[in-house]
């Protein structure tokens, strides 16, 4: 298989990132590992319900008066919305528009570094309220998944950062277009991890 | 190269078919993400609006569901065909999960 042979629209594979072997691998892959995360966040899950709210007593912090809804809102928003513009930007992969997925992708990074910025300011807050990592179990929890869900962000913003720069001479090959596949995959995972983040822990800890 | 691959070359009627079909994708991909909105929306607002908490968590857990099939079959592309392994390693572990939350919450509620 060649990598770098040049297609155009007309000749661009329906499927581009399941074409070569390495692709298909890819793709099949990626799935079992985006099955590995699920359970990672499930353990994470599981543990914040199982210590929610629990603390030494006297200093305890309650999900009902620490967490603030307008900035939840607005991050579920912006993640959300990256999630359509990622989606976007594998509809021009998909027509071999390459600069318009560049830009597309672009835009995704931008709002995800901003719901990166809000939850930075988020923890700070809390932190600056007293309710530090070791605060408690509550609170070992609370950062546990919520921060690894952070770190989901900042890897998945690295991965298409260097994919948008690496490849930004290259052009569509079948060799990149699997790599552009699955990071969009990721990216729409962590926003499924914060669909149910946003419902667990925030919605459902404010009303009790 | 002997493993060169086959490259088929469209007809403009294939070609004119085949972009209007990613259209109509991304017209459904569009939908779907108003429709996430909108779940996003009446979730917020449940809560508040402070309605009985029996009431709410069950509601807004039904929301995220729906959030998240959603995202899987139409932003993640599990509609198409091709996708029963994939499907099989997600639901694996979605049964997992669910094991995961019901052992940890059974040991620690009523252990």
Redesign the interface.
Known sequence: MDFNKKYTPQTWPDHPEQVTLEGKNKFLGFWLFLGGETVLFASLFATYLALKNKGPSGMEFSTNTLFELPLVFVMTMILLTSSLTSVYAMYHMKNHNFRGMQTWLAITVLLGLAFLGLEIYEFNHYVHLGFTYGQSAFSSAFFTLVGTHGLHVVVGLVWIILLILRNAKRGFSLYNAPKYYTASLYWHFIDVVWVFIFTVVYLMGVVG | ?S???Q????SQTE?EY??QK?KK??RN??TS?AI??FL?LI??TA??AGFS?YL??PV??L??AV??VL??YY??HMSEE?HQ??AF??Y???M???T??L???T???WG
Do not use: P
């Not at chain 2, 490259?7 to 469209?10: H, M, N, P």
């Open positions: 190269m493993h060169d691959a490259v088929y070359v469209r070609f085949i972009k990613r994708d991304m991909q569009v993400f996430m909105i996003t979730a917020f809560v508040a908490v709410i968590v807004i857990l929301l995220a959030q998240v995202q899987l932003f993640m091709n392994v994939a390693f997600l694996s572990a979605v997992l999960a669910f995961f939350v052992t940890f919450l040991i620690v509620w």
